[in-house]
C-alpha cells in the first residue's frame, strides 16, 4: 500500500483553510484521509469590499498564518500542495503585492482563481457524481464570502456555470450592486426554465454548519421549508443570541444569515426540493487535482 500526503490551503474572503490528507493507495484506489485541518477566520472581505483593498493589519495576519502554514506542512512532510485564493483577493487593488509579500515572507505561492475554476476545482473532489440521480437536474451552489459559484448539471454532466458577486461577508457590509442582484435572479430563472425544478448540491461552511445544528444524518438532504424556518428564527435573534441558543462560532453567527438567504432565494426561484450537503470544498478539490495530476506524469 502507497501512502502519500498533499496539503491546500483555501484563502477566501471569510476565512482561510489548511487541509492535510494523508492518501492511501490500494490496488490503484486511492483513499483520502483528512490527518489535519486549521481555518484561520481573518476575513478579507471586510476590508475589500468596503474599501478596495486589503489593510496592514490583515495582511500581516495573513503572512503570519501562512508561515504557520508552511511550519505544519513540512512537519506533515507534505509532498505536494497549492495554495488558491478567491473572491476578496480577486478583488483587492493591492491583491498582487499581498500575494508578493507572501511569497516573501513564507515561501508559499498564492493562485488567484477565477469564480468558474473554483467551482470545477470543487468539482475535481469527487462526490458530487455519487449524489446525482441521472433523471434528475442539480445546481452545484458554493456559498463563499465574496461570491456564490453556480453549476448546472444535467445527466451527471455540466451544462453550464456562472459566478456572482454575491456572499455572505460582501452581503454583511452592503456591497452587493443592486444590478449583480438582479442578474443573479435573472439568470436563475433562466435556468428554471430551461431544465425545470432542480436539487441543490450545497458547499460551503455556513451550509455545513446548518446541515448539523439541525440534525441530519449524513447524506441525509435539506429541504427548503426546514431552511426557511430556520432563517426566519435566526433573522429574529440577536448575534449573541444565535452564539448561545445553537453553539455557533463567533466568526458563524452573523455570516450564517446572508447564506441562507442566498440558498432560499436559489430555492424559490429553481422550485428546489431537496438540498443535498456532500461537505466538501475548495481544499477537497485542490487536494484531488494535485494527486491526479501527479498520477498522470508518473
Not at 13 to 18: D, P, T, Y
Not at 228 to 241: G, H, I
Not at 252 to 262: E, Q, T
Request: proline letters at 2%.
Amino acid at each position: 500500500m502507497n501512502t502519500d500526503i498533499f496539503a491546500a490551503i483555501d484563502i477566501g474572503s471569510n476565512a482561510i483553510r489548511l487541509l492535510i490528507n494523508n492518501i492511501e493507495e490500494s490496488d490503484n484506489v486511492p483513499d483520502f484521509k483528512k490527518v489535519a485541518y486549521l481555518r484561520v477566520p481573518i476575513r478579507l472581505g471586510d476590508d475589500v469590499f468596503t474599501k478596495g483593498r486589503i489593510s496592514e493589519d490583515k495582511k500581516y495576519r495573513l503572512i503570519h498564518a501562512m508561515q504557520g502554514f508552511s511550519h505544519i506542512m513540512k512537519a506533515y512532510c507534505v509532498m505536494d500542495f497549492r495554495a488558491c485564493a478567491t473572491s476578496a483577493m480577486r478583488d483587492a487593488e493591492n491583491g498582487k503585492d499581498i500575494v508578493k509579500a507572501i511569497r516573501n515572507g513564507s515561501g508559499i505561492n498564492i493562485d488567484i482563481i477565477t469564480g468558474r475554476e473554483e467551482a470545477e476545482m470543487i468539482y475535481e473532489a469527487g462526490e458530487l457524481d455519487r449524489l446525482m440521480d441521472k433523471k434528475l437536474n442539480y445546481l452545484y451552489v458554493d456559498v463563499g464570502g465574496g461570491s456564490t459559484e453556480i453549476v448546472v448539471y444535467s445527466n451527471q454532466q455540466k451544462i453550464t456555470s456562472n459566478s456572482f458577486q454575491l456572499g455572505t461577508v460582501r452581503m454583511l457590509v452592503d456591497a452587493v450592486q443592486e444590478k449583480e442582484e438582479k442578474r443573479f435572479k435573472a439568470w436563475l430563472k433562466e435556468i428554471y426554465e430551461a431544465h425545470g425544478a432542480l436539487n441543490i448540491i450545497a458547499s460551503g461552511g455556513n451550509i455545513n454548519k446548518i446541515h448539523k445544528v439541525l440534525e441530519k444524518r449524513e447524506r441525509e438532504p435539506l429541504n427548503y421549508s426546514e431552511l426557511k424556518a430556520f432563517y426566519d428564527t435566526l433573522k429574529e435573534m440577536s448575534y449573541e443570541e444565535r452564539v448561545q441558543k445553537f453553539k455557533l462560532n463567533t466568526y458563524r453567527a452573523d455570516v450564517i444569515v446572508p447564506a441562507l438567504k442566498i440558498f432560499l432565494t436559489i430555492s424559490k426561484i429553481c422550485k428546489v426540493n431537496q438540498i443535498y450537503v456532500p461537505k466538501i470544498g475548495l481544499a477537497d478539490g485542490i487536494i484531488h487535482h494535485l494527486y491526479y495530476e501527479r498520477k498522470i506524469k508518473l
